[in-house]
C-alpha cells in the first residue's frame, strides 16, 4: 500500500461523513477501541489551530445532549481522577480570567441554572469531608479586599430574610465562636465605630429618618450608614419614626 501524507478533498470527507451518518457500533467493537486507545499518546501535545477550534466550536454550538448521553458522561466521569490535584500556571489562570472578563450569563442562563440548583439537596458532609474544606479554605484570598455593591448586598439580604435557622446550626454556630476573642485591629475597629456612633449620633439618626421616609428598610439604612440594622431600628423606635 503506499505511505506519504494523503489529502483528502472536501467532497471525499462529505462522502465519508454520509456513509457513517447514523452507523451504531456495537458494544463489542466500543470496547475494541477503548482498549485500544487506552495510553494513545499520538495526538499527545497537539494543538488545534485557530480555524480548526472555530469549526470545532460551530460544530457544537446548538447541540444538546440527550437525558441518556448525559447520564452515560456522569457515569464515565465518576471518580475520574485524571486531573486531581493539578495546579494552572499563573499564566493559564490569567487567560481563563481574561476569557470570563465581562462575560453576562443571561436572563435564560440564569434560570435554568436556578431551575437545576432548586431544591437540590447534598447528603450531610462527614467529618472528614468538613476537615478538608476546612483546610482548603485556610488562607483564602481569593476574595480579599473585595467589596461587594449595594446591589449586591441587598439581594443577599432579601434572599436570606425570613430565612429559618435550625436549632443544630445555632448550637454550631455558638460553638464554632465559643472562646474566640477578636484582633487587636478588630478590637480597634469597634472602638473606633462606638467613638464615631457616640459623636455622631444626631446626624446619624437624621440621616437614617430621612432615608427611612424615602422607604428604605432597617438593613439597608444600615448598609449606607456602616451601621447595625438593629441600631438603626433602635434609634429611630426612640424617635418615634420607625414603623413596621
Same mark, same amino acid.
Given at each position: 500500500?503506499?505511505?506519504?501524507?494523503?489529502?483528502?478533498?472536501?467532497?471525499?470527507?462529505?462522502?465519508?461523513?454520509?456513509?457513517?451518518?447514523?452507523?451504531?457500533?456495537?458494544?463489542?467493537?466500543? %470496547? *475494541?477501541?477503548?482498549?485500544?486507545?487506552? @495510553? +494513545? $499518546?499520538?495526538? #499527545? =501535545?497537539? /494543538?488545534?489551530? &485557530?480555524?480548526?477550534? !472555530?469549526?470545532?466550536?460551530?460544530?457544537?454550538?446548538?447541540?444538546?445532549?440527550?437525558?441518556?448521553?448525559? %447520564? *452515560?458522561?456522569?457515569?464515565?466521569?465518576? @471518580? +475520574? $481522577?485524571?486531573? #486531581? =490535584?493539578? /495546579?494552572?500556571? &499563573?499564566?493559564?489562570? !490569567?487567560?481563563?480570567?481574561?476569557?470570563?472578563?465581562?462575560?453576562?450569563?443571561?436572563?435564560?442562563?440564569? %434560570? *435554568?441554572?436556578?431551575?437545576?440548583?432548586? @431544591?437540590?439537596?447534598?447528603?450531610?458532609?462527614?467529618?472528614?469531608?468538613?476537615?478538608?474544606?476546612?483546610?482548603?479554605?485556610?488562607?483564602?484570598?481569593?476574595?480579599?479586599?473585595?467589596?461587594?455593591?449595594?446591589?449586591?448586598?441587598?439581594?443577599?439580604?432579601?434572599?436570606?430574610?425570613?430565612?429559618?435557622?435550625?436549632?443544630?446550626?445555632?448550637?454550631?454556630?455558638?460553638?464554632?465562636?465559643?472562646?474566640?476573642?477578636?484582633?487587636?485591629?478588630?478590637?480597634?475597629?469597634?472602638?473606633?465605630?462606638?467613638?464615631?456612633?457616640?459623636?455622631?449620633?444626631?446626624?446619624?439618626?437624621?440621616?437614617?429618618?430621612?432615608?427611612?421616609?424615602?422607604?428604605?428598610?432597617?438593613?439597608?439604612?444600615?448598609?449606607?450608614?456602616?451601621?447595625?440594622?438593629?441600631?438603626?431600628?433602635?434609634?429611630?423606635?426612640?424617635?418615634?419614626?420607625?414603623?413596621?
Amino acid at each position: 500500500m503506499p505511505t506519504g501524507v494523503y489529502t483528502r478533498t472536501a467532497k471525499y470527507r462529505a462522502q465519508v461523513a454520509k456513509t457513517r451518518t447514523g452507523t451504531k457500533l456495537t458494544a463489542v467493537t466500543r %470496547a *475494541k477501541i477503548s482498549k485500544s486507545m487506552i @495510553g +494513545n $499518546q499520538r495526538r #499527545l =501535545g497537539t /494543538k488545534h489551530s &485557530a480555524a480548526t477550534r !472555530a469549526k470545532i466550536s460551530k460544530a457544537n454550538i446548538g447541540r444538546v445532549l440527550s437525558a441518556e448521553h448525559c %447520564a *452515560k458522561i456522569s457515569r464515565a466521569m465518576m @471518580g +475520574n $481522577q485524571r486531573r #486531581l =490535584g493539578h /495546579k494552572a500556571s &499563573a499564566e493559564t489562570l !490569567a487567560k481563563m480570567s481574561k476569557a470570563q472578563a465581562g462575560k453576562i450569563v443571561s436572563t435564560a442562563t440564569r %434560570a *435554568k441554572i436556578s431551575a437545576t440548583l432548586t @431544591g437540590r439537596t447534598c447528603a450531610p458532609f462527614t467529618q472528614e469531608h468538613r476537615d478538608k474544606i476546612s483546610r482548603a479554605s485556610t488562607g483564602n484570598q481569593a476574595c480579599l479586599g473585595r467589596k461587594i455593591s449595594h446591589s449586591t448586598r441587598s439581594k443577599i439580604g432579601a434572599s436570606n430574610t425570613g430565612r429559618p435557622v435550625s436549632d443544630e446550626t445555632r448550637k454550631r454556630m455558638s460553638k464554632a465562636s465559643t472562646g474566640r476573642s477578636p484582633s487587636d485591629a478588630a478590637r480597634e475597629k469597634q472602638s473606633a465605630q462606638q467613638i464615631r456612633m457616640h459623636n455622631e449620633k444626631p446626624i446619624l439618626v437624621a440621616r437614617a429618618k430621612k432615608l427611612r421616609a424615602d422607604g428604605l428598610t432597617g438593613a439597608e439604612i444600615g448598609r449606607i450608614l456602616d451601621i447595625s440594622s438593629p441600631t438603626i431600628v433602635k434609634w429611630l423606635k426612640e424617635t418615634g419614626t420607625w414603623l413596621k
